[in-house]
């Protein structure tokens, strides 16, 4: 084998071992900016804050149901019989 034929093996070879480097780092920096972005915290977009309630409008505050109000009726006065009974046993 010649020196000149020695010298153009050399400058491959040089030449693949830049190439596989250049791959190396860009591979390396791939890997890290995954990691990077897999580390940090997500940015959440927020709504709107919620603004305050103006009035409620009265047919949300009417019992939709007469059934439901005369049961309400019925459950308030027992609790009224077993108050005056806890105050008369004691």
Not at 52 to 65: G, N
Not at 66 to 83: F, G, M
Request: one cysteine or more; hydrophobic letters at 35%.
């Amino acid at each position: 084998m010649s020196t000149d034929q020695k010298s153009r093996a050399k400058r491959s070879n040089w030449r693949t071992h830049g190439t596989r480097l250049s791959a190396l780092v860009l591979s390396l920096l791939i890997f890290e900016l995954t990691l990077t972005g897999c580390a940090t915290k997500p940015i959440v977009i927020s709504p709107d804050c919620p603004r305050p309630i103006e009035k409620v409008p009265q047919a949300l505050t009417k019992p939709k149901f007469s059934h439901a109000l005369d049961y309400s009726k019925r459950v308030q006065n027992y609790l009224k019989k077993v108050e005056e009974w806890l105050k008369n046993s004691q």
